[in-house]
Each structure stands twice: as C-alpha cells, then as structure tokens.
C-alpha cells in the first residue's frame, strides 16, 4: 500500500489493541477497609469503621482515610505466568510491608491531570515473573480518597484484581508506541519517517490476527526500526524523574506528607526495575517529614543518594515563593535548606530548583551566590500572557551584579511524558540551541506527585540513541548544569527580576496570611537580636532549638501555594491556627529576653528597645501619659521621670471643615472621605492632584481566582463606598478622623491620622469583608510626574515604568512593594507605606494599592473576614534615597517596644561588666552611614558567635565603619551559610566595610570574654 494511503488512526488503534490486551485478569482480591476521618497509624490500621468491599461499592468521602487490606490466591492456571494485582480505589494508596513501611504508591486512572502530557494513574502490584500458581496475596495499604489534584472521585472500589501481564504484548506495545510517535514528529518526504510507517503498517497486518508466531515476527519487524541509531547529535536532552509536589494547594498539608510517602516508595520502587532510571526530588521540608514520618522509607532513600540514583536537588527548605517573603525569610530558605541536604546526605546544593514560582524577585542571585549556588532552574514564565521569555538558558543578573546561570526546559514542563513528542518540541522550541548542546526534561507526573511510571521508563530505554530524535541521557540535574556552564561565557544576560506575567492575585489573596507572615518575619528579626542582648547581659540560653522550630514552620507557610493565598479553605483554617500561635509563642519570648536585659542593667521603669540601627524620637503613650522619647540606634533608653504631657498648639482639627493639620502638613477631606487637598506647608505645595480624591476607596468587580483578577478591571468602573461616620478625634500629639464606611454587609472602618511634628499620615484600618467577586483597592493620584516608580523589594528597591509604552510595560500593571513604593521627581516626592499589603499599582502620577480580594475558588471563604492593616502616606522633599525612606517603612513596621521594669535588679557595676561594658542607653551596634541597614542579628548556627547582616539601600558604593558596643575578639566576613571568607580588623570594637550598591553583607563576631 502506498504511504500516502496508510492512516495514522488506524495505527492508533492497533495500539490500542494492545493496550487492551496486556493484562489478563483471573480472579477477584477480597478486600477489607477500615475508613476514618484523619490518617492513623499502621499499628491502629483497623481502628476505624469496617467495610467489605465489591467493585462498585462506596468506601469514603473527600479527604476520608482508610486502611485497606487486600487478599487472595493465585490461581494455578497462572503458573509459570508473570503475575500482578490491578487496583484502583478511586483514590491514592500507598502499599505497605510488615512493618507498615512504604512499599509503593498507587493513584486512580480517573485522576485529574493535562492528558496532552499523558495519563495519569498508577494501579500494577508486581507479584510474580513466573509463578507458582499458589502465591498467596495478603498486602495492606493506606489510602487517601482524594486523587492527585485533590479533586473527589467517586470514593468508590473500581478494581481489584489478580491479573496475568502478556510481557510480550507490554514490550510490543511500548515498541510500536515509540516508534509510531517518532514518526508523527519527522519531516514529511524524509526516508525515515515513510520506513517507520510502513514497518507499523506491515505489523498491524499481521496483529490483525495474531498468534504466538506472528507476535515473534511483529517483534522483529518493529526492533529493526528501534535498532536504527543517530549520528552525532547537535543536541543531547539531560533526562531526570521528576515529582514536583506542592507542600499544599488542592489539599491539606497532611495529605502531602502520604503523597511524599507514595511518590517516594513508587520512586524506590522503579529503580529496582530500571537501572537506568535516576530520580530527583526537591524540598528539605518534604524529606524530613520522611525521616519523622517513614523513618524505614527514608533510609532506602538515603541508600539510593549514596549510589548515585536519587538526586537530592533545590537549595531551599521549600519552593518558597520570592515576591512576598521578606529578604531574611530567603536567606533562611537557603540557609536551614543547605544544611539539611548537607547534614543529611553529604551533598552541597549547587542549583536553586524553582519549577512552578510565581515570578522571581531581582535580589535573588545575589543570594544565590553569597549561598554558594550557581545555578537556577525554573520553567514558569512559559506561562507569561504577552510577552514570551526570549531564552530558555541564559545568565540572570539580580539587582547588585550578581550573575546566576538559569535554565528553563525548553519542553515548558515539569511533566513531560518523555515520550518522541517531548523530544520533538524540546528541540523544535529551544530557543538557545544556536549555543547551547544540552537541554533538561524533567519527566513524571507532579503537583500533585506520583512521578514516573513504567511507560516513562519504557519509552526512554526506546529513545536513549534513536535515529530520528535527539539522544536522551538520564543523568541528575548536577551533572546536567556542570556541562551547560562549560559554555556560559556564550550565553545572553537578562538583568533585573524574572516578572510573571500572570498570578498577579497572589500578591493579595488571603491577606491574613500574609499579615501573619510579615509579623512573624519581624518578631523573628526582634527576638534574635533580643536574645543575644540577653546572653551578653545574663547569660539566659540563646533559644537556639526553638527558633529553629518557628523559622522552619514560617518557611514551610511560604511555599508558592499558601503564602500566595492559592490554597483550599483547610489549609487556611490550620495555617491561621499555627500562625497565632506561632507569634504568640515568639512574642513570649521577645518580652522575657528584653525584661532580662532590663533587669540585669538595673533599670527602673519604663525600659525601651529600639532594634532600627538608627536613633529614633517618637511619642509614645506612657503610663504617665504622651512622652516624647528618644532610643538610640540598636539598643535602649530608660524613662523614669514623670514630665507633664506638653501641649501641641500646631496640631489642629477641625470637624465642620473635615481639616486636620500639624506644623508640617494640612489635610483636607472630602465629604465622601477621600482627601481633597494635602498640603506641605513646609514646602507650598499640593500633593493632590486637583479634582481627584486620595485615598480613593473603591471596589472592583474580581471575577477571578485567587491566582488571577481583568487587568482591565479600572474598565469595568469602580464602586464608592458609603461614608456614614466621620468622627474628629484628637489624643495628645495625634489628631484626625475616624472614618466608618458601609458596602453592602461589609463595614470598613479607619482612623486616619496625623502626628505633630511627622510627615506620615497613618490609615489604621479594620474590614469586616463579607463580599464576594469583588476587589477593594485604594488610589493616591499625586502631583508627582515620573518616568519610574520606586519599590522596595527584599535588601533593595527596583525601578519600574509608571508609563505603558509596550507590552512588556503594559503587563507589569500589578506590582510587587515590600514596606513601599515612591514616586519621586529630583527634588519631591511621595511615598506609599504599608505593614502588610504586596500588590501595588504605578501609572502616571497615581499609587494604588490592593487591600482585598475575594476569589471563590479554590477558597469558596477567601478573606471574608475580619481584617486589620496600616498603610500610610508620606510626602518629603528629595528623592526617596535622600528622604531616607527605607527608614520609614521599617518604622511603620517595626515599632519601639517599652517593658515595665522593676528597680535596682542587679547593681550598675554588675551590669557593666555582664554586657561588656556596654552602659545602659548605649548602643549596641552603630553603622556609621545613612544607607546601611542591619537587617539581622543573630547567634551563629554552629558556635555562640553573633552574625551581623547588612545591605546598602540605595544602590550606592560606600565605605562605613560599624561599631559594636562590646568587645570584639576576632570577626569576620561570611556567606550566607555563614562560613567564613575574608578576616576583619576590629580594632577599637569598630569594622571598616565597603558596600556595592544594594550588596548584602554577613559579619561574624566573637566576643572578647
């Protein structure tokens, strides 16, 4: 028959043929559950609610338990047959052995997932190659009924089977898949594509009717073709098994701990088949809930990492997110996730493994490289909506210079089915093949995990050299990034952060979440430095173990999936549990730490702590009333005089003309609450735009998901809220108004406020967010005309368009912001501050921020609830860097804390010479210039050292001294894992440092005893 003529459906379904016949059942298992709520142990597996079950019959409802078990006999007829068990529970299952380890894992045929990367479920027991015809089956298993994505299927039994597997037949089948894809992928017209088709065709003639000696000869025919080899490729595919799995999102954080112990022992279970196969799997987080939780699984594991097979792979305790957590939090990524593979295993992670974040913030390489990592590799701006990431391999340079390699697999997946088709658009889409010889696939089923099965496997061993496809090497990403640096000096540079054109939503869904984390993050940073304060004053025991414990759950909510607000409701629920816990348990111990340094300095009344290595002068409301108190960079001040509260003649309010004012700034309201007019009166000038309202409330129509909003939504038209209360308030140095609003049931109510002699205006807000569909966002349209808005990003600030020129502008119209975003002309500007809110806004002269959203899905309750949160307007003169702005939003977000200490604890003497010699209302860390930020101080991991971390904020080249208040033995400059790399001369207790612009420096100190 002539080629033109040959069908390729009608090859397809030979293939389906086969398919259909390479498992024979026998006979039926009888099989047992015991159902429960929430997992149980192996040891009380039959605890729960027994049921017998039949194909057919109902076991459980979403997110049920149950303990399977499993039994039977092999017939006799099956001897000398290679035997299996088929089982689908229509839910995940993790088989067993005697001791209740992990043997493998088995998930639902019907499980959700991208069938364009193929299907998904696993459901083979290997029992026999040849059996004896009596084996006697008795297996148990612990299953979920959920399948990969979470989704709910049915909870019913749909098979459980002892099969015969036609070896024959599954070789055939693989054989006639490869080949029958291979040419689908060839050029028309080629030799090799027209040979392949007619040898299917000759095969399907004969499989027509097939016997044991056609099946022979169909063997033959069809290995003829496989056997054909390459010549020297131009480009060769790095091939590792991948099971990329979300620590949460479709489901609890439970469930992932027995997706770990599925995919896992599936992994293990694969290897012993394949001898080729090398598998890789990220995130400390996810092994050590292994090692607590399957200590036996695990030591398989580490059995396979020492031979070379399972590549422990990522630099980070888990794929954290990298717009909101703050700069700290990613240095503790790469910090607890480094040592845990290199306490672990031996092995020093040299790549960051970042598959499906959403978007990569520019202070990212520098850490990188300060962390001893080289390489990155990601795959998620394929799914930018307008613009199309121009390389797959290139250099990525973060905000100060630092340069990482970055790889993305040119296949767009971290799923691939590693069959022809993936190795056609590997190279076909490949947008640096022009330089580079190598490309990565990750393949195996993720999110939800599971990982390679045996036709990935099957199909690689066809592909390894086949003619007509790129040559496939299974080798650990390591290896793979070795030989793509070889030929760095020919790849492209891409400069700044790695934008997401898409998951704008996730910089605000689920804002308690992200209040939570910030507030954490911060009471982190206080309760390290109090601690070391302490040591050095009474010697109290550095908390070492227990901010272990709290950093590492902080870490763990930062993955990609819940920091971002993408999670179901359940992960909700129990993360604000452990939150509030969390930061109770941290504020605990801040109190302790610093009333011990109080106490053992002989303080006597009001005792407060500032942790901003710059001196502050604020009013704070005493027990004696509003006193105005001045605390020294990095240490404390003792108020113990009773003064009268001053009067504040230049603070004013006026309630008929809705006016307030101090001796700086006046503000003027509009009678819908908005601010018609803010004028520096130190500078004449109106901040406002004429005619449009600041501070804006407006809702939005959000028809999105918590992962995405329009980005035309401002078309759409903005809804008012109804301004019902406008109450004047004056207390001490503060006045303004108390603004109570009303939106269908939701009521959001603000204190706008004002301070004598500060530039800041405060919108202390509480929402009672009871909408749906729907986005709150406030505007400030300023008389301020910039090309680029200013915006605080982890140790830095990035400049981005405030115009929409092109699609690359035009995409970027949400954005993130730490502690603020500015607009600056050269000699004015204001800046936006806030104490939790990332999603942020910048066109012509007008800020806006995103309060609230709330999506229905895959969160039905996303955010409807209470809410409280500050963000604060701050007009200066200068540009951002001279009006020290960075300074202002730590100050909204760390404030000074008092304590109430009682006298005469230790005697002065004593107290001097506890500290050192640091005095009370000393210092005890000074930086001798504006730019330089201490953005933590810490004890060291390994020793009782202090670890001092510094960055330059305004992206200038500057030599400082930093001075300690104590005596100084030896100190050193380290990374970030805090080994050290460079000595430093401490003579006089006082460093000589030379900061790039926004370099991040870390600094190790002894103390002299």
Not at 208 to 217: F, G, H, W
Request: aromatic letters at 10%; charged letters at 25%; hydrophobic letters at 35%.
């Amino acid at each position: 028959m002539p080629y033109e003529i040959i069908k390729p459906d009608r090859l397809k379904s030979v293939l389906n043929r086969l398919q259909a016949k390479i498992y024979e059942p026998l006979a039926n298992l009888e099989v047992t559950a015991w159902v429960t709520s929430e997992p149980v142990t192996y040891n009380d597996r039959m605890t729960g609610r027994l049921v017998k079950l039949q194909p057919g019959n109902k076991w459980g409802e979403l997110w049920d338990c149950a303990w399977f078990h499993f039994k039977g006999t092999v017939p006799e007829r099956a001897k000398g047959e290679k035997v299996v068990l088929l089982i689908d529970v229509n839910g995940e299952v993790c088989l067993v052995d005697e001791e209740g380890s992990p043997t493998q894992g088995l998930t639902n045929i019907n499980s959700e997932f991208d069938h364009s990367l193929g299907m998904p479920g696993k459901r083979v027991v290997p029992i026999s190659d040849s059996s004896s015809g009596s084996e006697e089956i008795d297996l148990w298993g612990d299953a979920g009924c959920n399948d990969l994505f979470g989704y709910y299927r049915s909870g019913t039994l749909k098979e459980a089977i002892i099969a015969v597997c036609r070896e024959d037949i599954r070789k055939l089948y693989y054989d006639f898949e490869v080949l029958l894809e291979t040419a689908e992928h060839l050029p028309a017209g080629s030799a090799r594509k027209e040979r392949i088709v007619r040898s299917l065709y000759d095969a399907s003639l004969l499989l027509a009717n097939p016997t044991e000696e056609k099946l022979v000869e169909v063997g033959q025919m069809i290995r003829e073709q496989l056997a054909k080899r390459g010549g020297d490729p131009v480009l060769t595919l790095s091939a590792v098994g991948h099971a990329h799995i979300d620590l949460a999102w479709l489901w609890p954080i439970r469930e992932t701990i027995r997706k770990g112990a599925r995919t896992f022992s599936t992994a293990l279970h694969m290897m012993e088949r394949y001898p080729d196969y090398v598998f890789g799997a990220s995130q400390p987080q996810l092994y050590d809930w292994m090692k607590t939780h399957y200590p036996k699984l695990y030591s398989r594991i580490k059995e396979r990492v020492q031979e070379g097979r399972w590549e422990p792979q990522g630099a980070m305790w888990v794929e954290s997110d990298t717009n909101v957590p703050g700069g700290e939090s990613l240095v503790r990524q790469l910090l607890y996730g480094k040592r845990y593979f290199q306490q672990e295993f031996g092995q020093e992670m040299k790549s960051l493994w970042m598959p499906d974040v959403f978007g990569y913030t520019a202070s990212l390489p520098q850490l990188l490289k300060k962390a001893g990592v080289d390489y990155m590799m990601t795959q998620k701006l394929s799914w930018s909506s307008y613009n199309k990431h121009p390389h797959h391999t290139f250099m990525w340079e973060g905000l100060d210079g630092s340069t990482v390699l970055t790889h993305m697999p040119p296949e767009d997946t971290y799923n691939s089915p590693a069959a022809p088709r993936s190795i056609a658009k590997a190279e076909q889409e490949y947008l640096d093949k022009g330089v580079s010889d190598r490309a990565l696939m990750l393949f195996g089923i993720g999110d939800g995990g599971g990982g390679p099965g045996e036709e990935h496997l099957e199909r690689l061993a066809r592909e390894h050299n086949l003619l007509g496809l790129a040559p496939v090497e299974q080798e650990p990403s390591a290896r793979f990034f070795e030989r793509l640096a070889e030929g760095e000096d020919r790849y492209e540079t891409w400069r700044g952060e790695l934008y997401l054109e898409k998951h704008q939503g996730t910089l605000t869904s689920q804002g308690r979440n992200k209040w939570y984390n910030r507030k954490l993050e911060k009471a982190l940073r206080e309760l390290e430095f109090a601690a070391v304060l302490a040591e050095m004053a009474d010697g109290s025991p550095y908390p070492a173990e227990e901010l272990d414990t709290i950093w590492k759950e902080v870490l763990l909510y930062q993955f990609h999936d819940i920091l971002p607000g993408s999670s179901i409701k359940r992960v909700y629920d129990e993360s604000l549990e452990r939150y509030a816990a969390l930061l109770g348990q941290t504020e605990g111990m801040i109190g302790r730490a610093y009333t011990a340094v109080a106490g053992a300095n002989g303080m006597s009344g009001t005792a407060i702590f500032n942790s901003l290595p710059w001196e502050r002068e604020e009013w704070l409301k005493l027990d004696a009333g509003w006193q105005q108190v001045r605390v020294p960079a990095m240490g404390y001040a003792v108020h113990s005089a009773v003064q009268a509260e001053p009067d504040f003649p230049q603070l004013l309010v006026f309630e008929e003309q809705r006016t307030i004012e101090n001796s700086l700034l006046k503000v003027v309201f509009a009678e819908d609450g908005s601010i018609a007019s803010l004028y520096d009166k130190e500078h004449r000038r109106e901040v406002v735009q004429s005619g449009q309202g600041a501070n804006a409330l407006r809702i939005y129509v959000d028809e999105g998901d918590a992962w995405d909003f329009r980005q035309d939504y401002r078309e759409t038209g903005g809804m008012k809220l109804e301004l019902v209360d406008m109450l004047p308030f004056r207390d001490g140095p503060k006045a303004g108004f108390i603004m109570r609003y009303l939106f269908g049931e939701s009521v959001l109510a603000q204190r706008v406020e004002l301070t004598e002699g500060s530039r800041r205006i405060d919108f202390e807000t509480e929402v009672d967010w009871k909408e749906s569909g729907k986005m709150l966002r406030t505007s400030f349209p300023t008389n301020v005309r910039t090309d680029s808005v200013n915006c605080e990003i982890q140790f830095g600030y990035l400049k981005r368009p405030t115009h929409r020129n092109t699609m690359w502008d035009y995409a970027k119209d949400e954005i993130c912001a730490h502690h603020y975003i500015d607009l600056s002309e050269p000699d004015y500007g204001i800046a936006l501050l806030n104490d939790s809110k990332y999603g942020h806004r910048a066109e012509g002269g007008e800020l806006d921020l995103n309060l609230l959203r709330s999506p229905s899905f895959p969160d039905p309750e996303a955010d409807r609830a209470e809410h409280k949160f500050t963000y604060s307007l701050y007009p200066h003169a200068g540009n951002h860097v001279e009006a020290g702005i960075y300074r202002q939003g730590y100050e909204l977000n760390v404030p000074l804390r008092t304590y109430e200490v009682a006298s005469g604890a230790m005697a002065a003497s004593d107290a001097a010479a506890a500290v050192g010699g640091w005095q009370e209302g000393r210092s005890f860390l000074v930086t001798g210039h504006p730019h330089v930020m201490v953005e933590s101080v810490k004890q060291a991991e390994d020793d009782g050292d202090i670890v001092v971390r510094l960055y330059e904020t305004a992206g200038t080249r500057l030599h400082t001294k930093l001075q300690a208040g104590f005596p100084v033995g030896e100190a050193w400059l380290t990374d970030l894992l805090e080994r050290k790399s460079e000595p430093l001369d401490a003579t006089g207790d006082a460093l000589e440092l030379d900061f790039g612009p926004f370099e991040v420096k870390t600094v190790k100190l002894s103390r002299k005893r």
